[in-house]
Structures are given as structure tokens and as C-alpha cells.
């Protein structure tokens, strides 16, 4: 049976058309660009999220400067944008101004912890 594969769309690797992941990259929408509250698919050219209203454009915690959320890093200094979740059975990737893990449910309170070590790793 032939498999079709697709470019990821952040680095152009060909990949199976069902991947979660991009195996060169690391993206984890390869195809495409979801909300981190309701992981709705958006577009770069939004401004808000459809589905639930959120803006998608937030202040970078490491430069300051404005950036898009739908790729997971800033777009001026390429920093992630994106911490692990606090519970030991789940540990997926949430945005950073995330409440709550949009993978199991549990609250996100440690956020500013997990910058100020990324950003004391950076310096």
C-alpha cells in the first residue's frame, strides 16, 4: 500500500500524513497551526482564535516583542514559548500562559518557574 507523505510546513521535511510530529524538526503541528487553549486549527493571518476568542498574538516573556502563538517560539528571538505540564504522568508541552493542561486536565501553576530557568539556561 502506497503511503503519501507531506512537507512539514517550519522546515520542509516529508512526513507521513498522520505524524503528531515533525522527526527533523521537532513541530509539533507539522501541518499546521492550532490554538494552545482549545487547539482549534488557526491561521497566521488571525488575529483571534474562532473557536474560543483567544488573541493569538502575546508579548514574549524573554524579549518583550509581540509574536505570533500558533508556532510554539518567538519570532524575534526564536526562544519556546512552550513549558512541560506540572503533573509527573502527563509532563506534555503546554504554552506558557496556559491555566490548565489542554492534555490531562490539571492546573498549570508553576509557569513563571520553568521561564526563569529556561532564561537563566540562555543568559
Known sequence: MATYKTPCIFCGELIDR????????G????FGYHCPNCLKPIDRS???C???GRSLSTQCPYCGSSTFIGTGQ???CGQTLLIH??????????FFENKK????GKPIKKAAKQIEKIKKGVK
Not at 18 to 25: I, L, T, W, Y
Not at 27 to 30: E, F, G, I, L, V
Not at 101 to 104: D, E, I, Q, S
Open 18 to 25: 498522520d505524524a503528531r510530529f515533525c522527526k527533523k524538526c
Open 27 to 30: 513541530s509539533r503541528t507539522p
Open 46 to 48: 488571525d488575529t483571534v
Open 50 to 52: 474562532s473557536s474560543c
Open 74 to 76: 518567538c519570532d524575534s
Open 85 to 94: 505540564c506540572e503533573s509527573k504522568l502527563c509532563g506534555e508541552l503546554q
Open 101 to 104: 493542561c489542554t492534555a490531562c
